[in-house]
């Protein structure tokens, strides 16, 4: 009967540690969903803003070789990412295939200038450095006209940034509910060990030793916990790569391998933190409280 009594709270224990384990993995699930969010939100705010042309069209009598010497400048300059040469015979190529038709042999001639597209890095991707850029530029006398779509840069900025508030914004709220429900997961099971805890207590052991191993079960939950969330994350990630393929151009393992530590790092911590909170909190208590 004794035997069956302890084998029934054993498995009883193993129980609550399993669903301990579970109850924080699918919290730091939540977490991590919202960090690779928050991480493609960013990547794709930077593709946006990397993405914005500058039209810069050079003098008509500019030979090759100094709008080369140009894109070099360009090229060299913190703010430019990237810029490509366009000549006259590609410039008329690309419009005759979005008019549909030659316009060189109707009008006898080729009346596009040479010009250079231009595509900055994100950082300088607002209309208050892209106007500085582009008054920089128009001081050369190779340039001539530089074009780029204001309107949609201001939108555009605008938009991110509200999107980008507001994914913060949730995140924190949902991180601050999270140690919540951990700590709240963590004190239920620790509840549940009340009196081997007072026990221990009563026959002399000091607090140090009575924490010690909780403590390591906590640190072993948490990470448990934390590993279960990144695997299920991973998957996430492939099942949507496969669905959506583009989504690759706005993935980083830098930045992935950045959220999934935090997230192992996150769950061993409110484990720990929370149990050590709660095993004090009863060896505190005294012997008639338990059964409050």
Same mark, same amino acid.
């Given at each position: 009967?004794?035997?069956?009594?302890?084998?029934?709270?054993?498995?009883?224990?193993?129980?609550?540690?399993?669903?301990?384990?579970?109850?924080?993995?699918?919290?730091?699930?939540?977490?991590? %969903?919202?960090?690779?969010?928050?991480?493609? /939100?960013?990547?794709?705010?930077?593709?946006?803003?990397?993405?914005?042309?500058?039209?810069?069209?050079?003098?008509?009598?500019?030979?090759?070789?100094?709008?080369?010497?140009?894109?070099? $400048?360009?090229?060299?300059?913190?703010?430019?990412?990237?810029?490509?040469?366009?000549?006259?015979?590609?410039? /008329?190529?690309?419009?005759?295939?979005?008019?549909?038709?030659?316009?060189?042999?109707? %009008?006898?001639?080729?009346?596009?200038?040479?010009?250079?597209?231009?595509?900055?890095?994100?950082?300088?991707?607002?209309? /208050?450095?892209?106007?500085?850029?582009?008054? $920089?530029?128009?001081?050369?006398?190779?340039?001539?006209?530089?074009?780029?779509?204001?309107?949609?840069?201001?939108?555009?900025?605008?938009?991110?940034?509200?999107?980008?508030?507001?994914?913060?914004?949730?995140?924190?709220?949902?991180?601050?509910?999270?140690?919540?429900?951990?700590?709240?997961?963590?004190?239920?099971?620790?509840?549940?060990?009340?009196?081997?805890?007072?026990?221990?207590?009563?026959?002399?052991?000091?607090?140090?030793?009575?924490?010690?191993?909780?403590? #390591?079960?906590?640190?072993?939950?948490?990470?448990?916990?934390?590993?279960? /969330?990144?695997?299920?994350?991973?998957?996430?990630?492939? #099942?949507?790569?496969?669905?959506?393929?583009?989504?690759?151009?706005?993935?980083?393992?830098?930045?992935?391998?950045?959220?999934?530590?935090?997230?192992?790092?996150?769950?061993?911590?409110?484990?720990?933190?929370?149990?050590?909170?709660a095993v004090n909190k009863f060896l505190r208590l005294k012997i008639y409280d338990l059964y409050r």
């Amino acid at each position: 009967m004794e035997e069956f009594e302890v084998s029934e709270s054993a498995n009883k224990t193993k129980t609550i540690y399993i669903s301990t384990v579970f109850g924080i993995a699918m919290v730091l699930l939540m977490i991590g %969903l919202l960090g690779l969010i928050l991480v493609h /939100a960013n990547n794709l705010s930077r593709y946006v803003k990397e993405n914005i042309v500058l039209n810069i069209f050079v003098d008509d009598a500019a030979h090759e070789t100094d709008v080369r010497q140009l894109q070099t $400048q360009l090229e060299s300059n913190p703010a430019v990412k990237q810029a490509i040469y366009v000549s006259k015979e590609l410039a /008329a190529r690309n419009l005759q295939k979005d008019l549909g038709e030659d316009f060189v042999k109707f %009008l006898g001639y080729n009346p596009l200038s040479q010009s250079l597209d231009v595509y900055l890095n994100a950082d300088y991707a607002n209309n /208050a450095k892209i106007t500085k850029f582009k008054d $920089q530029l128009l001081k050369n006398p190779l340039v001539k006209e530089v074009k780029y779509q204001q309107s949609l840069v201001d939108q555009m900025n605008a938009n991110l940034t509200s999107i980008t508030l507001v994914i913060l914004a949730f995140t924190g709220i949902f991180v601050v509910v999270s140690v919540a429900l951990i700590n709240n997961t963590i004190r239920l099971a620790i509840y549940s060990q009340r009196f081997l805890i007072k026990s221990m207590q009563l026959v002399g052991a000091t607090k140090g030793f009575i924490r010690k191993p909780f403590l #390591l079960y906590g640190l072993w939950h948490g990470l448990l916990g934390g590993l279960i /969330a990144v695997i299920i994350l991973v998957g996430t990630l492939y #099942l949507a790569n496969v669905e959506i393929p583009d989504l690759v151009i706005l993935q980083n393992r830098t930045e992935f391998g950045i959220v999934f530590l935090g997230v192992i790092g996150l769950g061993i911590f409110i484990s720990a933190f929370s149990t050590y909170l709660a095993v004090n909190k009863f060896l505190r208590l005294k012997i008639y409280d338990l059964y409050r």
